[in-house]
C-alpha cells in the first residue's frame, strides 16, 4: 500500500486526465494524515493546480497502478472523497480541475458551449465595460467561422446605468429605465448569460505560449470557477468586475453608514429617507440630519439631489478632507454646484475627516457639539438610530466637530473586485497596482497574460503623461469599445490597437431641473440650469445600452416632460389667478 501511495501521490496532486469522474478511497495512516486529507483548504489549493508536461508518462504510471492495485483501492468506511475532473473541450485532454467534496455537496459541472470548434470569450462583469464588450462583439463582423462564443458573467441580474442613480431619489427615472434586465438586452443576440459571483480564476495562458500562436490549435486560455461550482474554460477572458464601496475604514462605517454605488444601495437609502419623512411629517417636527461624507462627484450629487428633496425639512451636512468640492473636477461645474450648494443651505465641512460614527445609545441623552460651538440636547429615548459623527481637522487652524444625524451616506473609498487566483501557482499572479487593479498594457490585456483583457475599474492603464486613468463610467465605455476591436483583432490574427482615452468632458445633477456639464471640446464653456439638466439627459439617453432600450426610455421620459410642464402650468394659471 505504501508502494501504491508513493507512486501516485503526484497523480493526485493534479495528474494526467481521466474520461469522466472517478472515485478513489485511500486510508490515511494516522489521525493527523486523515485531518490533512479531509482539509478543505488542501482540496481547494489542489482545484487549479498545472497540468504536467509529459502527460503520456504519468497517463501510463497511473492506468500501471489501476490496474495493479484495483482491489486494494477501497478504504475509506465512512466518508467517501470524490475527484471531479474537466475535460477540455478543445481538443487537448488535459486535467484542468479537481475538487473535494463532502457528502451533501454538489459536485462541480462544467459549463458546455454551444460550439467547442468556435472561440470562447468569457466576460466577468457586467457593467459598463463587460456589457458594451459583450455587445461591441456582437455588433463586429465576422468570418463564418471565426464568430465567438459570448458568455457574461455577473452576479446581479441587472444592468446598472450608475449615473443615473441620484435620479431615483428625486423620482425623475423608474427602475428599469436604468436597470433593465440582462436578459432583456440580450433578448436579440448571441451573447449568453450566466448570474452567478466568481469565485477563483485559473488562468493557463501563461504557458505554452508559442503552441497557442500556431495556426490551426485553440488551446485553453484558462478556468473560472464560479461561485455555484460551475467551471468555464475559455479562449480569451476579459475582467470587467468593476468595484465595490470600501467602508471599513473608520469604526462605525461599515455598521451604520450607507454606500451609494449599485442599484441595491440606492433602493436602501430611497427607503430610508421615506421612513424619516413620514416620521418627521408635521410643522413641529424636527428636520431630517443627512449626513454625506465625502464631497466629489458622488458626494456632491447627493448633496443636491437631497437637499431639494427635503427642502427646509431637512439639514445636509458634507464632509470632506479636501478643502474644495469636487477638486479633480473642471472649475466651471465646481463653481456650478458651489453656488446651488449654497442656495439651498447646505452646510459643508471642508478640511475635516471622519474618525468616527457611532449610534446613540437610547439609555442615555447625549450632548452634541454643533459648527458654531452651541451644545443641544439630545433625548435619546424620543430619537430612534441617531448618529454621531466625530471629525477631526485635516488642516491647520480647524477644531474637532461632533456632529448628529439620522442616516449616513459614505461616497469615499472602493476597491477593485479582482477574482481570486490559484494560490498554489505562483507563476500566474497578476501584477497589481497598489489599489488591487490589474496592470495592463496599451491595447488593455494583462502583463504576462496575453489572452485576458481588463477594463473599467479592474485595469491599471495610464496615459500618455503617465497619470492613471480614472475608474468613471466614461473611460468604461471606451475601453468597451477597443477591448471588443482588439478581441477581434486577436482572435483574427491582427495587430491590436492601443487604447487612447478621449475626455469628452464631465457631467453632474445638481437636481430635478439644475445640472452642470462642461464639454471638453469647447474651453472655458460650462452649461447650467435646464440647459445642462437637457443636455446631461440627452447625452446619457444615447449611451444606454440598446437601441430598444433607447426608444423606450426616450419616449418614457418625453411623457413624463410633458406632465410635469402641464403641472407647472396649472399652477402657475392658478396662482396668478388666485392673486389676482
Known amino acids: 500500500m505504501s508502494q501504491l501511495a508513493g507512486r501516485c501521490s503526484p497523480i493526485l496532486g493534479g495528474g494526467p486526465s481521466v474520461n469522466g469522474p472517478r472515485r478513489a478511497e485511500i486510508r490515511p495512516q494516522s489521525r493527523r494524515d ?9 482540496w481547494r489549493a489542489m482545484a487549479f493546480r498545472e497540468p504536467f508536461k509529459a502527460r ?27 475527484f471531479f475532473c474537466s475535460i477540455s473541450s478543445s481538443g487537448v485532454q488535459d486535467n484542468r480541475f479537481v475538487r473535494h467534496t463532502s457528502e451533501g455537496e454538489t459536485e462541480p459541472s462544467s459549463y458546455t458551449w454551444p460550439d467547442n470548434q468556435r472561440p470562447r470569450v468569457c466576460i466577468l462583469g457586467g457593467g459598463f465595460g463587460g456589457l458594451y464588450t459583450a455587445l461591441r462583439l456582437e455588433s463586429l ?13 455577473d452576479q446581479s441580474d441587472r444592468f446598472v446605468f450608475k449615473p443615473l442613480l441620484y435620479e431615483l431619489l428625486s423620482g425623475e427615472v423608474d427602475d428599469w429605465e436604468i436597470a433593465p434586465s440582462f436578459t432583456d438586452l440580450l433578448r436579440n443576440t448571441s451573447v449568453q448569460f450566466v448570474k452567478d459571483r466568481v469565485e477563483l480564476l485559473r488562468p493557463l495562458d501563461h504557458l505554452n505560449r508559442i503552441e497557442m500562436r500556431e495556426p490551426g490549435r485553440s488551446r485553453s486560455g484558462g478556468l473560472v470557477q464560479l461561485e455555484s461550482g460551475i467551471i468555464i474554460e475559455y479562449d480569451w477572458l476579459v475582467l470587467a468586475l468593476g468595484a465595490e464601496a470600501k467602508l471599513d475604514v473608520v469604526p462605525g462605517s461599515a ?3 450607507f454606500p451609494f454605488s449599485t442599484l441595491e444601495d440606492a433602493r436602501k437609502v430611497n427607503s430610508k429617507l421615506r421612513m424619516l419623512e413620514r416620521e418627521r411629517f408635521g410643522k413641529d417636527s424636527p428636520p431630517i440630519r443627512v449626513a454625506i461624507v465625502g464631497c466629489g462627484y458622488s458626494g456632491v450629487e447627493l448633496a443636491a439631489t437631497i437637499s431639494e428633496r427635503l427642502e427646509h425639512r431637512g439639514i445636509i451636512q458634507a464632509i470632506s478632507v479636501e478643502t474644495a468640492i469636487c477638486p479633480n473636477a473642471p472649475p466651471g461645474n465646481r463653481e456650478a454646484a458651489f453656488r446651488v450648494l449654497q442656495s439651498r443651505k447646505t452646510q459643508l465641512f471642508l478640511g475635516y475627516f471622519v474618525s468616527c460614527i457611532k449610534e446613540v445609545s437610547a439609555s442615555e441623552n447625549s450632548v452634541v457639539m454643533t459648527r458654531i460651538g452651541e451644545e443641544i440636547s439630545i433625548d435619546a429615548k424620543n430619537h430612534q438610530n441617531k448618529f454621531i459623527l ?32 490559484d494560490p498554489f501557482d505562483q507563476s500566474n499572479i497578476f501584477s497589481l497596482n497598489a489599489r ?3 496592470e495592463t498594457d496599451e491595447t488593455l490585456r494583462v502583463r504576462g497574460h496575453p489572452r485576458i483583457f481588463a477594463i473599467g475599474d479592474s485595469a491599471a492603464l495610464r496615459d500618455s503623461s503617465g497619470k492613471l486613468l480614472p475608474a468613471t463610467a466614461q473611460v468604461a465605455f471606451q475601453q468597451a469599445d477597443f477591448a471588443g476591436w482588439n478581441l477581434w483583432a486577436a482572435i483574427n490574427d491582427r495587430p491590436l490597437l492601443p487604447f487612447r482615452f478621449q475626455n469628452l468632458g464631465e457631467m453632474m445633477t445638481l437636481g430635478r431641473n439644475d445640472a452642470a456639464i462642461s464639454p471638453s471640446f469647447i474651453e472655458g464653456l460650462t452649461l447650467e440650469g435646464p440647459v445642462g439638466h437637457a443636455g446631461r439627459k440627452i447625452a446619457y439617453l444615447l449611451r444606454l445600452p440598446t437601441d430598444e432600450h433607447r426608444v423606450k426610455v426616450g419616449i418614457s421620459w ?15 394659471m392658478t396662482k396668478v ?4
Open 577 to 580: 389667478i388666485s392673486g389676482s
Open 255 to 257: 455598521e451604520y453608514a
Open 141 to 153: 463582423v465576422w468570418p463564418d467561422d471565426r464568430k465567438p462564443q459570448v458568455l457574461l458573467v
Open 56 to 82: 503520456d508518462h504519468w497517463e501510463k504510471l497511473f492506468l500501471d497502478c489501476s490496474r495493479r492495485y484495483t482491489g486494494n483501492l477501497s478504504l475509506f468506511n465512512k466518508t467517501p472523497v470524490r
Open 390 to 421: 466625530e471629525l477631526q481637522p485635516a488642516q491647520r487652524g480647524l477644531e474637532s466637530q461632533i456632529l448628529e444625524a439620522d442616516i449616513v451616506l459614505w461616497t469615499v473609498g472602493s476597491k477593485p473586485l479582482i477574482p481570486h487566483l
Open 558 to 572: 418625453l411623457t413624463k416632460s410633458v406632465v410635469d410642464s402641464v403641472t407647472s402650468l396649472q399652477s402657475t
Open 34 to 42: 486523515l485531518a490533512h486529507f479531509r482539509s478543505s483548504r488542501l
Open 436 to 438: 488591487g487593479q490589474a
